[in-house]
């Protein structure tokens, strides 16, 4: 069995991958990364590279759609924690995941695989969260699973498996994703979660990096890390 994973270098993502390697063993696996021209990408592909080799990966490959995306990505400082009348968070790409999920698709039938594994964890819109979109939740993998499978050529049937929100009621919370990858053997620095990093380290100011450093405080003071 091939399987391709999307491996952005993020915690849910190799989450995604360590979980894959367990369910599936004796399955090949490749990694996908897609530079978009998002302001992370180099730091994105390092962990992404440096996670396919910790988890042994057959494959890795590096995709590049650099000014897709130029109006829908912003480096302005001013920017950073703004939120449009649309409801959305100004880092949002319009349609970022259809694009990787059509790519990872394309990279799945070169490489006969069966599977495509995503590492979205959200099983629905959360309609409160400018930062929750419709490309990045459960019932849209199971659409494009359908388009891929309509458009293929190929004989084999390719799942798409959000495999962090599978036969789950609840959204698995970021946590939970920090502290299953530290019993991995993934630290704090083994996976990047900021939208504006300076010179390799996280910045420590946008809402993800937030976030981490929350939780960090919290696994440390629960003596999980």
């Known amino acids: 069995m091939n399987i391709v ?11 995604a ?20 021209g998002q302001v992370s990408a180099k730091d994105e592909e390092l962990k992404s590279r440096a996670s396919s080799d910790i988890l042994e990966f057959d494959g890795w490959k590096k995709v590049s759609v650099r000014g897709l995306f130029d109006k829908g990505l912003t480096n302005d400082m001013e ?6 009348k649309s409801g959305l968070s100004s880092v949002y790409t319009p349609l970022r995941n259809f694009v990787i999920g059509s790519m990872a698709a394309s990279y799945a039938e070169s490489v006969g ?8 964890k959200s099983l629905e819109k959360d309609h409160n969260d400018p930062y929750s979109y419709n490309d ?44 299953e990858l530290l019993n991995y053997g993934f630290d704090e620095d083994d996976t990047i979660s900021c939208f504006y990093p300076k010179e390799g380290l996280e910045c420590g100011e946008c809402n993800n990096c937030i976030e981490k450093q929350k939780i960090f405080a919290r696994l440390k003071k629960e003596g999980l890390h």
């Open 5 to 15: 994973c999307e491996l952005s270098g993020g915690a849910d993502s190799v989450l």
């Open 17 to 36: 991958a360590c979980k894959a390697k367990d369910r599936y063993p004796g399955a090949k696996f490749y990694g996908i990364f897609i530079d978009y």
């Open 79 to 84: 920017d950073k924690m703004s939120v449009e």
């Open 113 to 120: 695989a069966e599977m495509i594994i995503v590492g979205s």
């Open 136 to 179: 990045s939740i459960k019932p849209f993998y199971t659409r494009l699973e359908e388009v891929v499978n309509f458009a293929s050529e190929s004989d084999s049937y390719i799942e798409v498996n959000p495999i962090l929100a599978s036969k789950r009621k609840s959204k698995m919370t970021k946590k939970d994703v920090f502290a």
